[in-house]
């Protein structure tokens, strides 16, 4: 028996506490199976000896017998484990786990790079250079903790992503497999026999509304599909936050549906994401519509999606710590889905963040989109208003040197502008989800022009870190204001301290508070909430 190390959202299976609780007992595993509760889906993964299937812990079929059960951390060691997936519940499409957000360790951070694709695009020695380590040992650190090593979860991932093809396009199976990153149609069709017990053509017909469907109307590289996640969820604290900051050009927001352009490893593709209504199984989800150039990014784009908007969140733990609060818990009590908005891209986020230093959310926007004009790369296919990529590093670096009246900025702003673009040009600095959370920090606090509230701002949507705060941000200081704490710096932190390890989230309701009174911002007051 495989014994997995699970952290169990706060308030179901454990004590209430202000602590996210560590439980290695297969039995209460199985008793979280009895109870069908969604809320553990994606934590682990139920594998049935006696039909040689895995579920998710809500699936509907009747829960089998203690003895003929084992308990996996990811679909990947169950699928290794000569496990097949459900046919009924599809554990393959639940949320990731949201332990890889939460930690910050080498296999955490391994996680979230392989979730965003590094294996496909420089394999497992990749993976272990950008993480400080010999292939040899990243693997065995991966397999020590998840039962499995890299190259099995890039397998779960890849059949994942081919089931997406197969349910939603027409695409035959050759370039479904090429698409997904299998070497040929052969090896897509022996391991769709592995994992779901049937063939391509089977799962395509099988697919929910297949009947349905006319796949020739559509374009061959939209795909369409819904990102589940876990309840409660308040969609408005993040599509609220994006749409206020949409930047023209790669951004748009029409009240309902948010829009905005990616630059992935094979080419570019454009997203739309539309909070869902409530399925029949009560399950929560964001439509998304993904037009891509080329469907080998398929599983990062959706990765980054679900990144962007903090699908992978355990809702409940959060909940649980924070609700008690005095300062905040009535805030939570009354919106208990929140979620921190993250950033489908570091170097973006990054610039936006200094861009937006001592300006209006709205003067921050328009300098944003100034920029992608004069330096973005014109999509040859724009979908709705969204016509460009984000500059890259290289592009801005020109557009400095080239046209320096383009930056509507403080020169020492610019000048910070330029020394980030050449540090991420250069390899000094990269800023991606599997990053170190201190060096990264670190780094960025060297570069001019780059203070403690932009490091943590980085932080907290780009490596997302739950226990990222910044006491100095405008936003947070007029939401203590109204709240009726003095704006000290140091009283605020300590006051946090009761909030650790969800500052973060804490920090999402204080921005959400209406603002009555708005005090002047004091000349030592040099961040505040931005882009």
């Not at 682990?44 to 308990?71: L, W």
């Not at 454009?270 to 869902?276: Q, R, W």
């Not at 040859?380 to 016509?387: G, I, R």
Request: glycine share 8%; charged share 25%; aromatic share 6%.
């Amino acid at each position: 028996m495989i014994n997995v190390v699970v952290r169990f959202p706060l308030g179901i299976l454990a004590d209430r506490c202000q602590n996210v609780v560590v439980l290695e007992d297969p039995e209460r595993c199985y008793q979280a199976c009895l109870s069908r509760d969604a809320r553990f889906d994606g934590w682990f993964f139920i594998g049935v000896s006696s039909t040689g299937i895995y579920c998710r812990p809500s699936c509907p079929a009747q829960t089998a017998k203690r003895e003929n059960v084992r308990f996996y951390a990811t679909a990947a060691s169950a699928q290794q484990a000569g496990l097949r997936a459900c046919r009924r519940c599809r554990p393959d499409a639940t949320p990731g786990s949201p332990e890889w957000n939460v930690r910050a360790d080498v296999v955490a951070r391994a996680m979230r790079l392989i979730r965003d694709g590094i294996v496909d695009r420089e394999g497992v020695g990749g993976l272990a250079r950008r993480l400080g380590y010999s292939v040899r040992q990243i693997d065995r650190l991966v397999t020590a903790e998840i039962g499995t090593g890299p190259l099995a979860l890039v397998r779960a991932q890849r059949i994942q992503t081919a089931r997406i093809l197969l349910e939603t396009t027409d695409l035959n199976s050759t370039d479904i497999a090429f698409a997904a990153g299998f070497a040929s149609a052969r090896r897509l069709n022996e391991t769709i026999r592995e994992v779901f017990a049937d063939t391509p053509s089977g799962l395509r017909h099988s697919a929910p509304g297949s009947g349905s469907k006319n796949l020739l109307d559509r374009p061959t590289q939209l795909i369409q599909l819904r990102l589940p996640v876990r309840r409660p969820f308040s969609p408005a604290s993040v599509f609220q936050f994006l749409s206020a900051r949409a930047a023209a050009g790669i951004e748009s927001y029409n009240g309902s549906t948010y829009a905005r352009s990616m630059r992935l490893a094979n080419g570019y593709g454009v997203v739309k994401l539309t909070p869902g209504e409530l399925d029949r199984g009560g399950s929560a989800f964001v439509n998304a519509e993904l037009y891509l150039s080329d469907l080998r990014d398929l599983s990062t784009a959706v990765a980054r999606c679900r990144q962007l908007l903090d699908l992978d969140a355990d809702p409940v733990a959060i909940f649980e710590a924070l609700r008690g609060d005095p300062v905040i818990g009535e805030l939570v009590l009354r919106d208990p889905g929140v979620r921190v908005p993250g950033a489908m891209d570091g170097f973006e986020l990054t610039v936006r963040a200094i861009v937006g230093q001592q300006v209006s959310v709205e003067g921050a926007r328009t300098v944003v989109g100034r920029l992608v004009y004069a330096a973005g790369q014109p999509i040859p296919q724009p979908v709705a208003e969204v016509t460009h990529l984000f500059p890259t590093p290289e592009a801005l670096i020109s557009l400095a040197e080239e046209q320096p009246s383009t930056f509507s900025m403080p020169a020492s702003r610019r000048r910070a502008l330029v020394a980030l673009s050449e540090a991420v040009r250069d390899g000094v600095i990269e800023i991606d989800p599997g990053a170190d959370g201190p060096e990264l920090r670190r780094a960025l606090q060297a570069l001019p022009g780059i203070g403690p509230w932009t490091a943590e701002y980085v932080a907290m949507r780009v490596l997302r870190d739950p226990d990222a705060f910044m006491p100095t941000d405008l936003g947070i200081r007029r939401a203590a204001a109204e709240l009726g704490i003095l704006l000290d710096t140091k009283k605020l932190s300590d006051l946090t301290d009761g909030w650790r390890p969800w500052r973060s989230y804490a920090m999402v309701h204080l921005w959400s508070i209406p603002i009555r009174t708005r005090p002047r911002a004091t000349p030592t007051e040099r961040e505040k909430l931005t882009l």
